[in-house]
């Protein structure tokens, strides 16, 4: 069921990049952004991708990234929540991981400085459609409901709703789930697809995945749906969890944009797609993520 959408949001990932990856290179991030810039402190901004010496990006169809705005001149405002461990948390007083990294390589690209916000997750979509700003960032899932409210990046990375449990739990694959407690975080996909599945009475809602871990911890509930990374890095900082084999749900994570900001995202979505085909955004990933 949660499949369809995400083998769609699949073929669409492969449709964009059929029409961009292997086009004429129409990154066209300089122009813009040097129209943006005016007095931003811009780091390493014209590096490799804005190799496109078009003085306007008229060629193509990333036209609509001539004009982009952003919340504050000169600086890409991200939202995130800093809890969702490789994506984002803190070492130290700073946000790291492979959002941060990728906005970073974004807002390079742009020009732009990048600002990391941290706020609740359920405060991000409402934060973005409401123009403060600039982007969500946090591990997204695009999810249909979303898409009323915010319009979403090309996909750059899969995520997967997975299944904790304590060593001696009685649950062995999905099909236990029926009747049991399910710690969630709130207003996540794991949430939405629990409550959708196994019924809201069933479902107990934690500000964040560390939180319901601990919930499962004092058998407070039965098992918790969380992102498959999240998921291994609180199995393995806490002793007596697994991870069920079986996947609950297959998504793409996105960047999420105002409907009212189409050009940033189309300059966002061009850079990012050229940061996915010369290997740079799995570079990252990688860096973060060991294959077991
Ligand atoms: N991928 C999940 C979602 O989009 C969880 C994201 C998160 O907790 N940061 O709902």
């Known amino acids: 069921m949660k499949k369809v959408f995400a083998l769609f949001s699949a073929a669409l990932v492969s449709a964009l990049c059929l029409a961009s990856c292997g086009g004429t290179d129409s990154t066209s991030s300089s122009s813009e952004s040097s129209a943006q810039e005016s007095s ?6 014209e590096s490799s991708a804005t190799e496109s010496s078009s003085e306007e990006a008229s060629e193509g169809s990333t036209d609509a990234a001539a004009e982009f705005t952003t919340v504050t001149e000169g600086v890409l405002t ?14 130290g007083d700073t ?24 706020v609740a997750f359920d405060s991000i979509v409402p934060g973005v459609q409401s123009g403060k700003y600039d982007m969500g960032m946090a591990g997204m899932t695009i999810d249909e409901d979303r898409l009323k409210s ?5 996909p750059y990375a899969t995520g997967i709703q997975a299944v904790i449990v304590t060593e001696d739990s009685d649950i062995a694959s999905i099909d236990d789930l029926t ?3 399910i710690g969630v975080q709130t207003s996540t ?6 409550s959708e599945d196994y019924g809201m009475e069933n479902v107990v809602q934690y500000d964040n995945g560390a939180l319901a871990v601990e919930g499962l911890k004092s058998g407070k509930v039965d098992c918790v749906i969380i992102d498959n990374e999240p998921a291994k890095a609180y199995v393995a900082a ?3 969890l697994k991870l069920l084999e079986t ?21 966002v979505n061009s850079v990012l797609e050229d940061l996915i085909a010369d290997g740079s955004v799995q570079e990252i990933v990688d860096k973060y993520i060991t294959a077991e």
Not at 102 to 118: F, H, K, P, R, S
């Open 189 to 194: 996909t794991g949430d939405i697809y629990a």
């Open 40 to 45: 931003a402190s811009t780091s390493s901004a």
């Open 179 to 181: 009747g049991k407690k």
């Open 247 to 267: 996947e609950y749900a297959v998504e793409d994570y996105a960047i999420c944009f105002s409907k009212e900001n189409a050009a940033l995202q189309e300059a």
């Open 95 to 118: 946000i790291v991981g492979i959002d941060a990294e990728v906005a970073q390589l974004i807002a390079d690209e742009l020009g732009l400085t990048l600002e990391i916000t941290d």
């Open 238 to 240: 806490n002793e007596g």
């Open 78 to 91: 991200m939202a995130t929540n800093a809890e969702f461990p490789p994506y984002e948390y803190y070492e």
């Open 150 to 154: 915010v319009n979403f990046s090309t």
